[in-house]
């Protein structure tokens, strides 16, 4: 009899217990913020890591500003630049990179326009731009 209102009571302080403890409701808020600050543009993907001199074409520059990519791209709607893809960290390239905040260096890269050397077409989001297929995503 005592082992049933012991088990009693336990059963009823655990209800108030419960009933009493506020409700949580799960919240998501995604907020893209600022631009990541680096000198030769950034990567169109998160992290959005700096990408080294070379990864972008200069049609991806205006009077040596990044025109943006991913969310903070800024260029027209039916934009495609040239990149260099042996320059994408997502495929493999480990050498070195700026750092965010970093200034550029134009004058020591003063021959870009001619000395560019492109092998893939993406838009301003990250994608890879063909023939027939502008806007599609065709790296998966």
């Known amino acids: 009899m005592r082992l049933l209102k012991l088990g009693s ?4 302080v655990g209800l108030l217990l419960f009933a009493g403890s506020p409700s949580s409701r799960a919240q998501v808020a995604v907020q893209i913020g600022p631009a990541p600050v680096c000198p030769y543009g950034y ?46 960290i997502h495929r493999g390239y480990h050498g070195a990179r ?10 020591s890269h003063r021959n870009f326009q001619k000395s560019f050397r492109g092998n893939e ?19 998966h």
């Open 9 to 12: 009571l336990l059963a009823i």
């Open 43 to 88: 990567y169109a993907v998160p992290p959005y890591q700096c990408a080294p001199y070379g990864y972008y074409g200069p049609e991806w520059f205006s009077g040596g500003i990044f025109i943006g990519a991913g969310p903070w791209f800024h260029g027209p709607e039916n934009f495609h630049g040239r990149i260099n893809n042996r320059y994408d």
């Open 98 to 107: 700026p750092h965010r905040g970093e200034q550029p260096d134009w004058n």
């Open 121 to 139: 077409e993406r838009d301003g989001h990250g994608h890879t731009v063909s023939h027939g297929n502008r806007g599609h995503d065709d790296r």
